[in-house]
C-alpha cells in the first residue's frame, strides 16, 4: 500500500485546493491561499460562531445579531469568514464539483465541534430537496457531515433530515423572507425519529448568512424530540462594516 500511495503521489502530486499549485501533503492550501483564508478563532458568538474582537472563550459570548434575534439552536461554531478563499472553497464545493474539499473541512471544524458536543452527539447534514440533489449529484452538507463523522467518531444520520418542498433561492432575501420561506419545508424523517429523541444533534451546512435554514432544521428537531441542537459550519458570512 505504501509503495502504491507513493507512485500515485509521484504521478498525481497534491494539489492547493485554492490554487492548483503543487503542495505537501493532500487537503492543503499553499502558503499564498492559506493567508487569504481567514480562519476563526479566538473569540466567537456563541450562537452563529463569527467572530468577535478579542482573544478570549467565554462561551457566553454572544454577537450584537444573537442578542437581538436570538437564534432557536443552542450553540454554533464556523471554521471560516465567508469571504475570499472562504467564499472560493465553499462555492467550489457547492457548485463546483469540488468534493475533495469537504475533507480538508472536517479537518478544519473539528477542533470547535470536539468542544462543543459530547461523543454521544448525532451528525446531521441540512437537506437537499430531491430535485436539486439529482442535479447536482450529491448534497455538499452530507458530504462535510461524513467527513466529520470519520475525523470525530460521532455517528452520523445522511438521511436524518427531509425537504418536504423545493423552496426558492434564499439569495437576496431578509432573514423574515427566509423564515417564511422555510415554514414546514424540512422535517424529520418518520423513519428515523427513534434517534434523534432526547439526543444532543449537531446540524452540519456548508455556509451561514442569516441562519434561516438552520433555523429551521433545528425547529424541526426540537420538534421530534432531540435534547439540544448546535450547529457547524465550514463558513459564517458576516458584516464588513
Not at 433561492?169 to 422535517?187: F, P, V, Y
Not at 424523517?189 to 442569516?210: C, E, G
Not at 429551521?216 to 424530540?225: F, P, Y
Request: hydrophobic share 40%; aromatic share 4%; proline share 6%.
Amino acid at each position: 500500500m505504501g509503495f502504491l500511495q507513493t507512485t500515485l503521489s509521484a504521478i498525481y502530486p497534491p494539489r492547493c485546493l485554492g490554487c492548483g499549485t503543487t503542495v505537501d501533503s493532500d487537503f492543503g492550501l499553499c502558503g499564498a491561499c492559506w493567508g487569504q483564508a481567514e480562519f476563526i478563532g479566538g473569540t466567537c458568538c456563541d450562537t452563529c460562531g463569527a467572530p468577535l474582537p478579542g482573544a478570549g472563550t467565554d462561551a457566553d459570548t454572544h454577537c450584537d445579531t444573537c442578542m437581538k434575534s436570538p437564534k432557536p439552536w443552542d450553540h454554533g461554531r464556523s471554521a471560516l469568514v465567508y469571504k475570499g478563499m472562504g467564499r472560493k472553497l465553499v462555492l467550489g464545493l457547492k457548485h463546483g464539483d469540488r468534493q475533495e474539499v469537504a475533507r480538508p473541512a472536517a479537518l478544519w471544524m473539528r477542533p470547535a465541534i470536539k468542544k462543543l458536543v459530547p461523543q454521544s452527539a448525532l451528525l446531521a447534514p441540512v437537506p437537499l430537496h430531491w430535485t436539486r440533489l439529482a442535479k447536482r449529484r450529491y448534497n455538499q452538507s452530507a458530504l462535510i457531515a461524513q467527513q466529520l463523522s470519520k475525523v470525530t467518531g460521532l455517528d452520523w444520520c445522511p438521511d436524518l433530515l427531509e425537504r418536504r418542498q423545493r423552496t426558492p433561492s434564499l439569495d437576496g432575501k431578509t432573514a423574515a423572507e427566509r423564515a417564511d420561506i422555510l415554514a414546514d419545508a424540512i422535517q424529520v424523517s418518520p423513519r428515523r425519529r427513534h434517534r434523534i429523541q432526547n439526543r444532543v444533534v449537531l446540524l452540519i451546512d456548508d455556509v451561514m448568512t442569516t441562519g434561516a435554514t438552520l433555523a429551521a432544521c433545528t425547529r424541526a428537531c426540537r420538534a421530534s424530540g432531540a435534547d439540544q441542537v448546535c450547529v457547524s459550519v465550514l463558513a459564517r458570512a458576516v458584516k464588513t462594516s
